[in-house]
């Protein structure tokens, strides 16, 4: 992990980064129903499952999203910071021995509306499978400082 101030007008519109791949496994299910409380069949069951349309078991949707940003770590930029996240889809079934990575790209930009001297950075955030079909979107929206305020 590095540091590195990246202001607003550092990022560029289309600019694309894509993180490392991560094997889903058998323990990040039951490491993420202990955590969450989420016990429901279509996670833990595998004979329930074998009788759904899918055949097996499905990750939860909110731990792909968290191993997929997770992915995503690796510069601390202290002048920015996490805002939230906006347009979260589950679009395909994550399975165990599915392997997921992450691929960001600067959508948009435009000054805090809100915030002197900050802007607003979108990054669509898109979680493949080795397949290199999308399981999950979502916009990232950081809060960035300015170099020369507006």
Known sequence: MSVQEIYYEDYEIGATRETFGRTITETDFVVHAGHTGDFFPH????????TQEFGQRIAHGTMIFAI??????????PV???YGYDRLRFI???????????????DRKFP???RG???????????LN???EVVLFAEHIYLVQMKSPE
């Open 43 to 50: 996670h833990m069951d595998a004979e329930w499952c074998a």
């Open 68 to 77: 997929g940003i997770g992915l995503t770590a690796s510069v601390i930029n």
């Open 80 to 82: 920015a910071f996490s």
């Open 92 to 106: 395909r079934p994550v399975h165990i021995g599915d392997t997921i990575r992450t691929r960001l790209t600067i």
């Open 112 to 114: 805090d509306p809100k």
């Open 117 to 127: 001297g900050m802007g607003q950075v979108i990054e669509k955030c898109e979680v």
């Open 130 to 132: 080795q397949r290199d």
